[in-house]
């Protein structure tokens, strides 16, 4: 037995030997089989070449080849192959999130286009000086559901295109006037995204290199072939719809965390048929993290984006740069620059990174970038996306998701079988409203979570009975300890000088107190709070109103000679800035100079000039949200951002009455209490 062995392997020995290969001749194979673009198989066989002249045992060979290997794992023409069914889409949508209308009517919007796109009638531009195969090549074309338009040179060609859209041109080489290859170049100069095939009897290898050379798509020689010309044309236009329907949009999610942003980026993904990839760009500094390091040393590599690329394997996938409102930037350079031309379609066709040193096309890339404050991205990136808003969850909103998504999801995350465990509406109300105070869903989860383990804990301890367990409101507390968070403005009285504002802030809708204080002084204006310098300008706008119209306050006209007024905003330690703190800051001074209570359950928002005027403002929807978290009742808003207030749903005016107000003497009646004013018009 061993020596039979030995027999084989010597055996087989040469035929080893006779088929080997050097590395260089492997490497030519594997570009060859690739099936690479034609530049990008230029530019590896350049470097197999410069490898071919390079010790080894130098530095420079290993980052060759390695550069190759990277060339070859790159996906240039693969791509997801996927079918638009907008019943799917939905349905997955549905199903991964609870309400998000406008998010999910969006992508149901650019499905749907597509869906068009790829069902329309395609047209066709024969060109050719003889009518006998122009005749032969309409009749075939149309009778595989093709429109066609003919024309006799490529002057009359000319002519139906700046008619008509065409899809596709099939022209003769040699016709008078002006011939196939001019009117190539008229074509690729006028209109680049209509493929020509070339047809023509003097077909030889330097007139088809040539042509293709130009940008024809493809050569076919006459006599036709009439099948092979179905064929072609059924390929070239294929491929055409294909690029058309990949090229996605470039969406923005912009709103509060934890409301769903890149879970929704999933969806999409799952209901496109596509691959997912996520990179944050929170922290980025280094411009090379997105753009690669140049090959000009050991150890560079590509950037982020490229090296996505390659990890999922395909062209078209869905593309989420998360948190693209934190990236930072210094002497390293400036990473936001590099998603211009990312995010850009006209540019993005030729991306090149700079390790890789070849254009890559991410035009099929469907991207997506997620924000919490839009004011930090630059004007010129965000001018090249479409914002999509993400607002926060009504209260009803968050008990649908808490019940059909959180709450399995929590208990199987603690191994407790869902049949025994339920959680009342009265239960999740509470923790929503004592345990939580936010726009998104995070603190909700996570103390859904701390819930679940503790009676994991309870369970293995014994203490949970075998039956089911219902968690009421009274467990909540046992389990959570007291509640966490007071309805500010609902359970806080009527105070003279105090009033409530609503602002909006990178976590959503938010509720402020703006406190004022007068003392014995020399008219100094005092503001504390962290404060921007649009907050400062407003509060001082605010004094300067008051002090022209004393009278029709009823203010001693002499009250800031000696006096000083202090307007400070708690929670210090949290910078605030922007103009939507006017009205809020008037109401509470106006309530000290007259000595009229404010009423706490009253929220104001809106910037005021130094005429009295309402300006609207933004954020309605998470500002009337937030009133409605602290407990207030009644809600006044700028007179002119009326539109926003009829748009918004009947969940989220629910329990709370909107006023509009125009003027800044409309608020006073609704905001102070005691002795009315009447000012005159």
């Given at each position: 037995m061993?020596?039979?062995?030995?027999?084989?392997?010597?055996?087989?020995?040469?035929?080893?030997?006779?088929?080997?290969?050097?590395?260089?001749?492997?490497?030519?194979?594997?570009?060859?089989?690739?099936?690479?673009?034609?530049?990008?198989?230029?530019?590896?066989l350049?470097?197999?070449?410069?490898?071919?002249?390079?010790?080894?045992?130098?530095?420079?060979?290993?980052?060759?080849?390695?550069?190759?290997?990277?060339?070859?794992?790159?996906?240039?023409?693969?791509?997801?192959?996927?079918?638009?069914?907008?019943?799917?889409?939905?349905?997955?949508?549905?199903?991964?999130?609870?309400?998000?209308?406008?998010v999910?009517?969006?992508?149901l919007?650019?499905?749907?286009?597509?869906?068009?796109?790829?069902?329309?009638?395609?047209?066709?531009?024969?060109?050719?000086?003889?009518?006998?195969?122009?005749?032969?090549?309409?009749?075939?074309?149309?009778?595989?559901?093709y429109h066609?338009?003919?024309?006799?040179?490529?002057?009359?060609?000319?002519?139906?295109?700046?008619?008509?859209?065409?899809?596709?041109?099939?022209?003769?080489?040699?016709?008078?006037?002006?011939?196939?290859l001019?009117?190539?170049?008229q074509?690729?100069?006028?209109?680049?995204e209509?493929?020509?095939?070339?047809?023509?009897?003097?077909?030889?290898?330097?007139?088809?290199?040539?042509?293709?050379?130009?940008?024809?798509a493809h050569?076919?020689?006459?006599?036709?072939?009439?099948?092979?010309?179905?064929?072609?044309?059924?390929?070239?236009?294929?491929?055409?719809?294909?690029?058309?329907?990949?090229?996605?949009?470039?969406?923005?999610?912009?709103?509060?965390?934890?409301?769903?942003?890149?879970?929704?980026?999933?969806?999409i993904?799952?209901?496109?048929?596509r691959?997912?990839?996520?990179?944050?760009?929170?922290?980025?500094?280094?411009?090379?993290?997105?753009?690669?390091?140049?090959?000009?040393?050991?150890?560079?590599?590509?950037?982020?984006?490229?090296?996505?690329?390659k990890?999922v394997g395909?062209?078209?996938?869905?593309f989420?740069?998360?948190?693209?409102?934190?990236?930072?930037?210094?002497?390293?350079?400036?990473?936001?620059?590099?998603?211009?031309?990312?995010?850009?379609?006209?540019?993005?066709?030729?991306?090149?990174?700079?390790?890789?040193?070849?254009?890559?096309?991410?035009?099929?890339v469907?991207?997506?970038?997620?924000?919490?404050?839009?004011?930090?991205?630059?004007?010129?990136?965000?001018?090249?996306?479409?914002?999509?808003?993400?607002?926060?969850?009504?209260?009803?909103?968050?008990?649908?998701?808490?019940?059909?998504?959180?709450?399995?999801r929590?208990?199987?995350?603690?191994?407790?079988?869902?049949?025994?465990?339920?959680?009342?509406?009265?239960?999740?109300?509470?923790?929503?409203?004592?345990?939580?105070?936010?726009s998104?869903?995070?603190?909700?989860?996570?103390?859904?979570?701390?819930?679940?383990?503790?009676?994991?804990?309870?369970?293995?301890?014994?203490?949970?009975?075998?039956?089911?367990?219902?968690?009421?409101?009274?467990?909540?507390?046992?389990?959570?300890?007291?509640?966490?968070?007071?309805?500010?403005?609902?359970?806080g009285?009527?105070?003279?000088?105090?009033?409530?504002?609503l602002?909006w802030?990178?976590?959503?809708?938010?509720?402020?107190?703006?406190e004022?204080?007068?003392?014995?002084?020399?008219?100094?204006?005092?503001?504390?709070?962290?404060?921007?310098?649009?907050?400062?300008?407003?509060?001082?706008?605010?004094?300067?109103?008051?002090?022209?119209?004393?009278?029709?306050?009823?203010?001693?006209?002499?009250?800031?000679?000696d006096?000083?007024?202090?307007?400070?905003?708690?929670?210090?330690?949290i910078?605030?800035?922007?103009?939507?703190?006017?009205?809020?800051?008037?109401?509470?001074?106006?309530?000290l100079?007259?000595?009229?209570?404010?009423?706490?359950?009253?929220?104001?928002?809106?910037?005021m000039?130094?005429?009295g005027?309402?300006?609207?403002?933004?954020?309605?929807?998470?500002?009337?949200?937030?009133?409605?978290?602290?407990?207030?009742?009644?809600?006044?808003?700028?007179?002119?951002?009326?539109?926003?207030?009829?748009?918004?749903?009947?969940d989220?005016?629910?329990?709370?009455?909107?006023?509009?107000?125009?003027?800044?003497?409309?608020?006073?009646?609704?905001?102070?209490?005691?002795?009315?004013y009447i000012l005159?018009?």
């Open positions: 061993f020596f039979r062995k030995k027999t084989e392997q010597i055996e087989e020995r040469p035929q080893a030997v006779s088929e080997e290969q050097s590395p260089m001749d492997k490497l030519r194979v594997r570009i060859g089989e690739a099936q690479l673009p034609q530049y990008v198989a230029d530019a590896a350049r470097e197999v070449e410069k490898l071919e002249k390079t010790d080894p045992a130098v530095a420079e060979y290993s980052v060759g080849h390695n550069y190759i290997d990277f060339i070859l794992s790159l996906p240039w023409n693969v791509s997801t192959q996927c079918k638009l069914e907008l019943d799917r889409a939905q349905s997955i949508l549905d199903a991964r999130h609870y309400g998000l209308s406008q999910k009517q969006r992508i919007e650019f499905l749907a286009a597509k869906t068009l796109c790829g069902k329309a009638r395609q047209s066709i531009l024969v060109v050719d000086d003889e009518e006998i195969a122009r005749s032969n090549m309409e009749h075939v074309l149309k009778k595989d559901g066609c338009r003919v024309a006799v040179n490529g002057l009359d060609a000319m002519r139906v295109l700046a008619e008509e859209d065409i899809d596709l041109v099939i022209t003769d080489l040699k016709m008078d006037q002006m011939d196939g001019e009117l190539l170049q074509i690729n100069r006028v209109s680049p209509i493929p020509v095939i070339m047809i023509t009897g003097f077909a030889t290898v330097s007139s088809a290199v040539e042509a293709l050379r130009k940008g024809a050569y076919l020689g006459k006599p036709v072939n009439l099948d092979e010309l179905r064929r072609t044309v059924k390929e070239v236009l294929q491929k055409k719809l294909f690029v058309m329907m990949g090229r996605g949009p470039i969406l923005c999610f912009t709103g509060p965390p934890g409301t769903g942003k890149t879970s929704v980026g999933r969806a993904a799952e209901a496109l048929q691959q997912f990839v996520r990179v944050s760009l929170a922290g980025l500094r280094d411009e090379a993290e997105l753009r690669g390091h140049r090959r000009t040393y050991v150890g560079a590599l590509p950037g982020r984006i490229i090296s996505e690329m990890r395909f062209n078209n996938p869905v989420m740069l998360d948190e693209i409102d934190k990236i930072g930037q210094d002497f390293r350079g400036d990473p936001a620059s590099v998603l211009l031309e990312v995010l850009d379609p006209e540019q993005n066709v030729h991306f090149t990174d700079h390790y890789l040193e070849i254009p890559f096309d991410l035009s099929r469907m991207f997506i970038a997620t924000a919490n404050d839009l004011s930090r991205i630059p004007g010129p990136l965000l001018d090249r996306m479409e914002r999509i808003e993400f607002s926060g969850y009504t209260d009803r909103e968050k008990q649908q998701i808490a019940k059909q998504f959180i709450v399995p929590q208990l199987k995350a603690a191994g407790l079988p869902r049949t025994t465990i339920h959680f009342s509406d009265d239960a999740i109300t509470r923790i929503i409203t004592d345990y939580t105070r936010e998104g869903l995070r603190n909700l989860e996570r103390e859904l979570a701390d819930i679940c383990r503790k009676i994991a804990l309870l369970c293995l301890e014994s203490k949970c009975p075998e039956d089911s367990v219902e968690i009421d409101t009274e467990t909540v507390t046992r389990l959570l300890g007291p509640r966490k968070f007071y309805r500010d403005a609902a359970e009285g009527p105070q003279t000088g105090i009033a409530t504002g602002v802030a990178e976590t959503g809708g938010e509720i402020i107190s703006v004022t204080a007068m003392m014995p002084g020399s008219g100094q204006l005092i503001l504390t709070g962290s404060l921007g310098e649009v907050l400062q300008e407003s509060a001082q706008a605010v004094l300067s109103f008051i002090r022209s119209r004393t009278r029709e306050f009823g203010v001693r006209d002499t009250f800031f000679q006096s000083d007024i202090h307007i400070h905003f708690p929670s210090g330690g910078p605030k800035d922007g103009p939507s703190a006017g009205i809020t800051i008037f109401a509470a001074l106006l309530s100079l007259t000595g009229r209570p404010a009423r706490r359950d009253v929220a104001l928002t809106g910037e000039t130094l005429s005027r309402i300006l609207p403002v933004s954020g309605i929807r998470e500002k009337v949200l937030a009133a409605k978290r602290a407990g207030a009742v009644r809600v006044l808003l700028p007179a002119a951002n009326r539109e926003e207030v009829e748009a918004l749903a009947a989220v005016t629910e329990g709370v009455e909107i006023l509009l107000i125009s003027m800044a003497g409309d608020a006073i009646d609704h905001v102070l209490e005691g002795k009315s005159p018009l």
